[in-house]
Each structure stands twice: as C-alpha cells, then as structure tokens.
C-alpha cells in the first residue's frame, strides 16, 4: 500500500497508480470540499485510464451521511469528472470511529487496531480475501 495523499497530481503517482492492483481513494465527510475539488480541479489522468482500479470509500460516516438521498448527490460529484462513464458509487463505507479510542491509539504511535481489536468489523469491507484467507 502506497499513500499518496496530497501528492495525487504529481507525474509519480501516475505512474505508481499504473502499477497497482487498486487505487483507493479515500474522502472524508467535508462534502464543500470535496464539491470544490471536483469543479475546480481537472481530471487527472489516471481517473480515466485507471477506471477500473478505483475504489471509492467514505471515511468517517455516519448514519445521516449514509441517507440515499445524500449519496445521490455525492455520487453527482464523484462523476463531474468523467460524466460520458454515468453515475460513480461509492464502494465502501467507513464509519465514524470513537474519538476518544482513536486518541488513545494516535497517543501510543499504534494502530487502532492494535489497541482495540474490537473495532475490526469496521474495516471488514477493505479486507479482501479468498477461499477463506486474507489476501
């Protein structure tokens, strides 16, 4: 796994997203900032090219977020750049996670699942496995 994070529209991550098996993009519950992003920014290349590959995933949601009628309109924004492919969903969902488990985790320099493995089931969806084996 590679994070690029802010580094998305650098000639390297083109590359790097040409060689991977998935592409995860991950947005958070800031919807303005992610409208603005989609009307001001172009396409970058990979977006297209690399179509296939996306996975889209809403981090820190809750149930409000998760009202069909919200994810129409996230859906709308998430296809502002390539509007000929249709609609785009969202693949997966995250919820929003306990501040205070999340502190704790971040104070210790561990995962949150190292400290609370019990929060394991959010992450469920991400897990791809086969024939009963984490891949």
Known sequence: MIDVSSYWKEKAAQQIFELVD???????????????????EPAPSWWKTEKRKIKLIANKWNQQLSRTSVM?????TLSLWDQESGPVEVEYVLPL?????VGDAHAKASL?????????HAFS???????????
Do not use: C
């Open 112 to 120: 949150l699942l190292e400290q609370f493995p019990e929060e394991e």
């Open 125 to 135: 969806p991400l897990i791809h496995t086969y024939k009963g084996r984490v891949l």
């Open 72 to 76: 129409k309109r996230i859906s709308g």
């Open 22 to 40: 998935e592409i995860w993009v991950v947005f958070d519950t800031d919807l303005a900032r992610l409208t603005r992003l989609f009307l001001v």
């Open 97 to 101: 996670m306990n501040g205070e488990k």
